[in-house]
T-cell receptor, first 112, second 113 residues
Framework: SAVISQKPSRDICQRGTSLTIQCQVDSQVTMMFWYRQQPGQSLTLIATANQGSEATYESGFVIDKFPISRPNLTFSTLTVSNMSPEDSSIYLC?????????FGSGTRLTVV | AQSVTQLGSHVSVSEGALVLLRCNYSSSVPPYLFWYVQYPNQGLQLLLKYTTGATLVKGINGFEAEFKKSETSFHLTKPSAHMSDAAEYFCAVSDTNAGKSTFGDGTTLTVKP
């Protein structure tokens, strides 16, 4: 079965700085998704990333705050920009594979 | 528009007892339905999914779910709980097999010895 590698697994960052999260899939996929899971809450979709086009953002999320790259069919990055404590969350990438959606293990971000 | 409601944010069962986690959905088109499990400090793992065809879907770790269109439900069951089943469970719906998913708020399953 396909595997999604996500890194870093966790980080503690200073407010005002930016963090880039990487997601690598071991097979080619058309669509990748980035989710946020705030403490004790469910998953909220940030954006959908297709290779070769700009990401599509959900309501409440903007490109300036969460720029996404999708340079090829196996890789994507999400940057959390100008961080504040409210950005402390788990960020997960996901890809649609033959048998359904597969998720990375998540990045646990704490902003201090 | 789609939505998912998971009834009961916390469910506690004894080891060996039946597990029943409830999920109701709303969708304007025929839904694709999913159950995921999240163990502490880990990502989500797909338990099972319903797309079309047989309404009783079997997944990993002995879990199964039944799609009931008339009740707009997709409840997750397991005949006999094991300690290793303790985790967070999420129900999700999408409008196609390739579309973005909308997640429920999750149900924390506790298994007592």
């Amino acid at each position: 079965s396909a595997v999604i590698s996500q890194k870093p697994s966790r980080d503690i960052c200073q407010r005002g700085t930016s963090l880039t999260i990487q997601c690598q899939v071991d097979s080619q996929v058309t669509m990748m998704f980035w989710y946020r899971q705030q403490p004790g809450q469910s998953l909220t979709l940030i954006a959908t990333a297709n290779q070769g086009s700009e990401a599509t953002y959900e309501s409440g999320f903007v490109i300036d705050k969460f720029p996404i790259s999708r340079p090829n069919l196996t890789f994507s990055t999400l940057t959390v920009s100008n961080m504040s404590p409210e950005d402390s969350s788990i960020y997960l990438c996901s890809a649609l594979l033959n048998y359904g959606y597969t998720f990375g293990s998540g990045t646990r971000l704490t902003v201090v | 528009a789609q939505s998912v409601t998971q009834l009961g944010s916390h469910v506690s069962v004894s080891e060996g007892a039946l597990v029943l986690l409830r999920c109701n959905y709303s969708s304007s088109v025929p839904p694709y339905l999913f159950w995921y499990v999240q163990y502490p400090n880990q990502g989500l793992q797909l338990l099972l999914k319903y797309t079309t065809g047989a309404t009783l879907v079997k997944g990993i770790n002995g879990f199964e779910a039944e799609f009931k269109k008339s009740e707009t439900s997709f409840h997750l069951t397991k005949p006999s709980a094991h300690m290793s089943d303790a985790a967070e469970y999420f129900c999700a719906v999408s409008d196609t097999n390739a579309g973005k998913s909308t997640f429920g708020d999750g149900t924390t399953l506790t298994v007592k010895p």
